[in-house]
């Protein structure tokens, strides 16, 4: 009885509520992260301008990189309202510090690199260009230290089993469009992939 008292004072209601709130925003970020970078790519390959004009598809790809920037630091910021455990400002914005989790590490250098990308972009006038789109290629590694950050978050939780078949269906498509991505057009072009220009 003591113990079952124990685990009740270990896990307040109000601290599931705001788990939930964490674990939804987490999965609404990932699934628009996934989004972005799937977008990002189709936007700048030109894979689908004929569809629509490069300025709705750019105009897309912001919208779905501000809803996931939004929703990941809604999904940090939420972890500040615990009260069984404290998560205040610096260990939230500084990986690796001591006492921190590895996964934590992960998710933090994450957004982190989205947020630069982001600012990046916000002052792309005032960047050379050349400087602007190497960070802008920093998604790539920010999405796979996410992966990873939602990975280990799963088997933290006890949930890879159901979510993550979720997370995979999701990456998979992000990954292989990405790897295409840096394939020279020549061997996309003769593999039937894109049609070359007339």
Do not use: K
Not at 160 to 168: E, S, T
């Amino acid at each position: 009885m003591l113990s079952a008292f124990a685990q009740q004072a270990a896990h307040s209601p109000h601290d599931e509520g705001v788990r939930q709130v964490a674990a939804l925003s987490a999965r609404l970020s990932y699934t628009l992260m996934c989004l972005t970078l799937c977008w990002g790519v189709l936007t700048s390959t030109g894979w689908v301008q004929r569809t629509t004009g490069r300025q709705a598809l750019r105009s897309g790809h912001l919208v779905l990189a501000t809803l996931a920037l939004a929703f990941g630091a809604l999904h940090a910021l939420s972890f500040g309202f615990l009260d069984d455990e404290r998560f205040d400002l610096l260990r939230l914005t500084v990986p690796l510090l001591p006492g921190g989790l590895v996964r934590h590490a992960l998710g933090i250098v994450g957004i982190e690199l989205m947020l630069a990308i982001a600012i990046s972009t916000a002052v792309q006038r005032l960047l050379v260009y050349r400087r602007w789109l190497w960070l802008h290629r920093l998604a790539y590694p920010a999405v796979g230290l996410t992966v990873l950050h939602s990975l280990f978050g799963a088997i933290a939780n006890g949930h890879l089993a159901v979510l993550w078949l979720g997370g995979i269906t999701l990456f998979v498509p992000t990954a292989l469009l990405a790897a295409l991505r840096f394939v020279p057009t020549g061997v996309l072009t003769r593999s039937g992939l894109v049609e070359e220009e007339r």
